[in-house]
């Protein structure tokens, strides 16, 4: 049988599982003889299975039950034995990669201890320990960086030190999470244990350390070998059902303080100072954070620190944009000229929609009027101006933190480290190839064109979906315009008494977007979740080597599918809605059958402001359901279950976390991802909504707590990950930061009606006022609508029915500047018209160089890295050489001693004077 055969059949035997783990194979199905898996036994004497013990009734313990071996991770099975039905060969196939799996880790060194559960007879836990001959060595392969000596450089003193006496209310308490103690650092290396600052051999390597390692080798301690064929890692495991669970542990309870000895109580302390709805105001424990859950998920949290604090200036300044607009609504000239009952109670407006739709006048939009006025006023600019600086402040500034962050967790140079292949790249690594660098045969999983096969395999599916939205938005589109006529008619007409009271509130163009939005932000979770499977698959099938790799390549498939999806409605609305609608001779069809809907006669920047006011707050409450009140009813449920199998058992530490809820395989993706988005919605139309700011930063206070609380709580523990930056959405967030500049830019200059109010109050408005001629507002509303003669309506759009008071009425208004009826060039655009779109892209183009000439400036007078920290880390690097030079300096004098000036110590073979030539470059 070749390779692809057996590939095929365990392709096969995987799915049959998967039928049988979901109950719907037929329980007398029987496995053909050739499906049956052979497996090639390990050397001799390996095949010993884990240490069995009972529970000890040590309820927080978190070492074996001698009290000594820690437990580094924990694998979580199903006994077949105790199930109700016969044993079939899916499970005695299940049982035999157990077994292979459990004898290759105790074969690498490990030891396994099984305990059956105290609740449930059906479950085994195998606890995971590694010696420290192991963890050295695994130390060694994953380069992680261990103290040599301690710091002896000055540390860089707060600007704040000043106000210490008030700003310490607002950081964890010093009493209960102390200051760790810095040290020098370097890549550990067996061969030089000596070197390191080892003062307890126990406590040298850390618990999250421990969990990295053990993670490591499960995901390549091999569990199935036939032919050429080699299957490892715990995750195919996991995912066929051979394991349920495999998770580190937590230390203690998180609201319980462990007694056991050996417990440090780091879930406790960040319950009580992160996670506690009491600590809502105080810092994040950025230190400890790392220390317990790794630098991934600390970044993570300092990021999202960071971007709510700074977020805090950017609120301040959109709620007094906000407050301006609202003291300004009653004074406004255009919204006082919409409201007059002379003025805009006489100007008579042109149907909307054909036929059912009919005319009505300009003072029935008086209440949306004052309501854009909120929105639309010169604050505003002033708003989308500050912002676009604003972000190149907050991207700046938070390089530099990270720089810092970078310093103080060590992971300068982890990205220069060479990252290990993830198990799923290496198990299928079938062919061969000259690495270019090496010029080594090396294996890989497929060939060039194998390669450019899977990426446009990809890349169509991704631009497919793509595609599907447009279609999404189109099919809301005619919505809108189906709704709209439907709308119009009914609240255009006279004789619905009941609809009176509330015509002044509830205008078509109200009614439509309100509905439209609802309608557009369940289509867009409908198919976030539908594309969320086919994005991974996709992934999967590329196969990327590292794990950051496969990170990268999910995220931007994500966001660009996210980015649409979210987006596209409102650049429809900003950009696209009531720009092409001809005028009431001649309208604008969509598809040759729907009428282009138009925006209110203040233009359409109030339904973008509503369309981003259901999506953002939509979002926020769906996130929230899904991300902490799920799992906590999960939790819930769980726990009263289990209450009543065993409520008089002590239940031990890893039974308890198995309570949990697990993490998902994506960990942080979707937490980055739903800030990012959220990054999108504060920056790229934050022109329509400066209250966008202030609903972030809220949003945001709950969101560090409620992800604290989350992860320290209701889930199971994190493995810890190394990690230097926010990775891949770093450059998504500059993308976007380029992007709101144009986009803000253009929503002032074709949403608002800022422009054209500007060219009218400098060009076409005079008052005269004594000896001199003085520019005003008056006129402003009845100078953007222009006349039309209702005789030259086509069959096709004149309404059929005409309200009682137009009668006498031979004419009506649109907003456009045309030419009225009877001039030389009748309907034509005017030469005012020339002049706002003349104004409108000279807004763009100057606006948008001055803020991108600005935003280089900024980023060229703020390095990415403090000068501090730079000299700290070239200080570091120099001071870590001496040390290592002078004890290589004492490692060679002592060695090459002669053996009689040293007779306790024995000579050294040449086999280890050969090695020493080596150990010189360390």
Not at 104 to 133: C, N, Q, Y
Not at 434 to 452: H, L, Q, S, W
Not at 593 to 604: F, M, Q, V
């Amino acid at each position: 049988m070749n390779d692809n055969e057996i590939l095929e059949m365990d392709e096969t035997l995987d799915f049959l599982e998967g039928e049988a783990e979901l109950g719907m194979m037929d329980e007398d199905f029987v496995y053909p003889q050739e499906f049956l898996p052979t497996y090639e036994p390990l050397p001799e004497g390996t095949m010993a299975r884990a240490e069995q013990a009972d529970f000890n009734g040590k309820q927080d313990s978190l070492f074996f039950n001698d009290g000594v071996r820690r437990i580094d991770f924990v694998l979580v099975y199903e006994d077949e034995d105790k199930k109700d039905f016969d044993k079939r060969h899916t499970f005695k196939r299940k049982k035999q990669r157990r077994e292979y799996l459990e004898a290759s880790l105790m074969s690498m060194g490990m030891a396994l201890e099984a305990t059956r559960s105290v609740v449930d007879d059906k479950l085994i836990f195998v606890k995971v320990h590694m010696p420290w001959d192991v963890l050295c060595t695994y130390a060694e392969v994953l380069h992680i960086k261990l103290p040599i000596q301690p710091n002896d450089l000055a540390s860089r003193p707060s600007p704040w030190r000043f106000f210490s006496c008030v700003t310490k209310h607002f950081y964890p308490s010093e009493d209960k999470i102390g200051t760790e103690a810095d040290f020098y650092t370097a890549p550990f290396e067996k061969d030089r244990l000596e070197y390191f600052y080892v003062k307890d051999q126990d406590n040298f390597f850390t618990p999250s350390m421990r969990s990295r390692m053990a993670y490591y080798i499960l995901n390549r301690a091999p569990y199935e070998i036939r032919g050429n064929i080699k299957k490892f890692g715990i995750t195919k495991l996991l995912d066929s059902g051979v394991y349920k669970a495999a998770y580190p542990l937590h230390d203690c309870r998180f609201n319980v303080r462990s007694t056991e000895l050996g417990s440090p109580n780091e879930r406790l302390l960040l319950y009580e100072e992160w996670a506690h709805p009491k600590s809502f105001y105080k810092m994040q424990p950025l230190d400890l954070i790392r220390k317990y859950y790794g630098e991934k998920i600390g970044i993570y949290f300092a990021w999202l620190g960071f971007y709510t604090l700074m977020l805090a200036l950017a609120a301040a300044v959109g709620l007094g944009c906000f407050i301006y607009g609202y003291h300004t609504q009653e004074t406004s000239t255009w919204s006082k000229e919409v409201c007059d009952p002379n003025i805009g109670g006489a100007i008579v407006m042109c149907p909307q929609c054909d036929l059912e739709c009919t005319y009505w006048r300009l003072n029935s939009t008086c209440e949306s009027s004052k309501k854009l006025c909120i929105f639309d006023n010169f604050g505003t600019l002033v708003f989308a101006v500050f912002m676009s600086v604003w972000v190149t402040l907050f991207l700046e500034f938070w390089k530099r933190y990270q720089a810092e962050l970078e310093y103080e967790w060590d992971t300068v140079e982890f990205l220069e480290q060479e990252e290990q292949p993830r198990p799923e790249y290496e198990a299928k690594c079938s062919h061969e190839r000259i690495n270019p660098i090496t010029r080594a045969k090396e294996k890989v999983p497929y060939t060039a064109c194998g390669r450019c096969i899977r990426l446009s395999l990809g890349i169509g599916t991704v631009l497919f979906w793509i595609l599907l939205i447009l279609a999404s938005v189109v099919a809301i589109i005619v919505y809108r315009l189906a709704v709209f006529f439907a709308f119009s008619a009914k609240l255009r007409a006279q004789d619905l008494k009941e609809l009176e009271p509330f015509k002044e509130y509830v205008t078509p163009q109200m009614a439509t977007t309100v509905s439209a939005s609802i309608i557009s932000f369940v289509v867009i979770m409908i198919l976030n979740i539908l594309y969320e499977r086919v994005a991974i698959w996709i992934t999967n099938f590329e196969l990327p080597r590292t794990k950051t790799e496969y990170e990268n390549s999910l995220t931007l498939k994500m966001f660009l599918f996210q980015f649409v999806n979210y987006y596209s409605s409102c650049f429809y609305i900003a950009f696209a809605k009531g720009k092409v609608v001809g005028y009431p001779k001649e309208p604008v069809y969509l598809l040759g059958k729907y009428r282009n809907e138009e925006c209110d006669p203040g233009g359409c920047l109030m339904e973008l402001t509503t369309q981003l006011t259901v999506i953002m707050g939509g979002k926020a409450i769906w996130n929230n359901i899904q991300e902490v009140l799920l799992p906590w009813v999960k939790n819930l449920i769980f726990r009263h279950c289990t209450l009543q199998a065993g409520s008089e058992k002590v239940i031990p530490r890893w039974e308890q976390d198995y309570q949990l809820q697990p993490i998902g395989k994506l960990g942080l993706f979707y937490e980055y991802l739903e800030m990012v988005i959220q990054f999108g919605f504060v920056t790229l139309f934050v022109a329509s909504f400066p209250l966008a700011p202030v609903l972030a930063l809220v949003n945001n206070l709950f969101e560090i707590r409620v992800d604290a609380w989350k992860i320290t709580t209701q889930f199971r523990r994190m493995v810890p990950e190394k990690a230097q930056d926010i990775g891949a959405w770093q450059p998504i967030l500059q993308g976007v930061a380029i992007l709101a500049v144009a986009t803000n830019a253009m929503i002032i200059a074709f949403s608002s009606d800022m422009i054209p109010r500007l060219v009218y109050y400098w060009s076409f408005s005079v008052f005269p006022y004594g000896d001199h001629a003085e520019s005003t507002m008056s006129g402003y509303i009845n100078n953007t609508l222009s006349i039309f003669n209702i005789d030259d309506f086509s069959n096709f759009s004149r309404p059929h029915n005409t309200p009682y008071w137009f009668k006498n009425s031979s004419t009506c208004r649109y907003r456009d500047f045309r030419n009225p009826p009877g001039h030389p060039r009748e309907y034509q655009y005017n030469m005012q018209y020339w002049h706002v779109i003349a104004a409108k892209m000279a807004f763009i183009i100057v606006v948008e160089h001055i803020v991108y000439f600005t935003k280089f400036v900024l980023s060229y007078i703020i390095p990415d890295v403090p000068v501090h920290v730079r000299e700290q880390i070239k200080r570091e690097r120099y001071l870590t050489q001496v040390i290592i030079h002078e004890a290589n300096l004492k490692l060679v004098t002592k060695r090459l001693k002669p053996p009689e000036d040293d007779e306790e110590k024995p000579q050294h073979p040449k086999g280890k004077e050969e090695k020493l030539e080596l150990e010189l470059d360390f």
